[in-house]
C-alpha cells in the first residue's frame, strides 16, 4: 500500500505539472495558437519525430540485447523490447527515474537471467548513456559556445550544475564497476546500519548473497577489458540512443515551418536543456524540464509557436513513453487474462519486489 500511494503521488505530480502549464497557456491565450500551430504541422515531420523517439527505445533494447549475448544469455529480442519500454515507464513515473533499472532487473531476473548479470547489463547500458551525454555535451558547448551561451543566458549556472553532476554518476558508477572492494564496504555499511534499525534480520546471509553478487556483477563489467571493441560498440549504441532522442526537437522545429536554425544548433542546445534538467529529483522532471526548456529555447521559437513546441516537445519525448507503457502492461495483462484492477496491483507488486530481488 505505501508504494501505492506514492506512485499516486507521483502521477498526480505529473499531471498536476501537465494542468500548470495548459492553464498557463490558457490564461494568455498560447493554447490556441498552440492548437493552430499543431492542426497546421507536417505530418511527415511528425511521423519522424515518432521514429526518432521509437528509435530511443529501440536502442535501449539493442544495448540490453548485445551485452546479454555476449555474457551467454539468450532473451529473445522482443522480450526485451518489453522489458525496455516498460522500464522506461517506470523510470518515468518515479522521482530521479529510480524505478525503470529495479523492474527491468526485476523482469530479467524471471528470464533466468542471474541478478548480478541484470544488473550489469543495465548499468552498462546507463553508464554508455550518461558517457555520451557528458561526453556530446562537452563537444557540442566547445563547437557551439557562443550559440548555446546566447540562448542560454544567465541560467547558465542550471547547465553548470546539470553537468556536473552527470560528470559524478558517471565517474561514480565507473569506480563502483572497477572496484569490488568499494562495492563490498558500502554493503557492508548499509548492512550494519540496517541491523543496528532492525531493518534487516539476517545480516550474515544477505551479506553472503550480495557479496556474492557483487563478484559477479564486477567480473561482468570487468570482462569488457578483455573485449574493448564491445565497449566501443556499447558507446556508439549510447549514442546513436540520445541522438534519437535528442533529435526530435529538430523535427518538431520543421514541423512547424520553421527552417532557420540548424539541425546540430538544436540538438546541441536539447542537449544542453536535458542534462540540465535531468537532475530535478521528480518525476520525469516533471516542471523542472518545461521551465529549462522555456528559457533555453525561448529565442528559438516566435510568438505563436513556443507553446505549441513545449507542448509537442514534452508528447513525443515523455507523455508517449507514459501512453506506451501503459498500453505495453495492460495488453500484456490480457494475453494473461487478467482484469486492469490486478494489472495494476501486480505492477505495484512487482516493483516493490524489484527492490528486493535477490541473486
Known sequence: MKGSRKRIINFVLILGTLAVVLVIGISDNSLFEAWEAVRTMNLAWVILAVLCFLCYLMMDTVAI?????????????????????????YSN?????????????????????????G??????RFFCFQFMLSFLAAVFWIIYGRFINDNVGAQKWILIVGFCYNAVM??????????????????????????????????QGISEKLNK????????????????WDLVIQLVIGGMQLMALMSVIYCIYRGLGLVEESYLHLVALNIMEFISAAYAPLPGASGASEGVFS???????????????????????????????????????VREGKTFREVAREGNEVLEAAEHTDA
Do not use: E, N
Open 295 to 333: 528559457m533555453y529555447f525561448g529565442k528559438i521559437f516566435p510568438d505563436g509557436y513556443a507553446f505549441a513546441a513545449l507542448l509537442l516537445w514534452r508528447f513525443f519525448t515523455y507523455y508517449i513513453s507514459l501512453i506506451l507503457g501503459v498500453v505495453t502492461v495492460m495488453v500484456q495483462g
Open 213 to 228: 553478487a557483487v563478484d559477479v556483477f564486477h567480473s561482468s563489467l570487468t570482462s569488457y577489458s578483455k573485449r574493448p
Open 65 to 89: 540485447h548485445f551485452f546479454l549475448r555476449r555474457q551467454g544469455y539468450k532473451v529473445s529480442f522482443l522480450r526485451l523490447c518489453f522489458i525496455s519500454v516498460v522500464g522506461q515507464y
Open 93 to 117: 513515473i518515479t522521482p530521479g527515474a529510480s524505478g525503470g533499472q529495479p523492474m527491468q532487473i526485476y523482469y530479467l531476473h524471471q528470464d533466468h537471467v542471474p541478478t548480478a548479470i
Open 119 to 124: 544488473t550489469s547489463a543495465i548499468a552498462m
Open 170 to 203: 558517471v565517474t561514480l558508477v565507473t569506480s563502483l564497476a572497477l572496484s569490488a572492494p568499494m562495492i563490498k564496504k558500502l554493503i557492508a555499511l548499509g548492512i550494519r546500519i540496517g541491523t543496528k534499525f532492525h531493518w534487516i534480520k539476517k545480516p
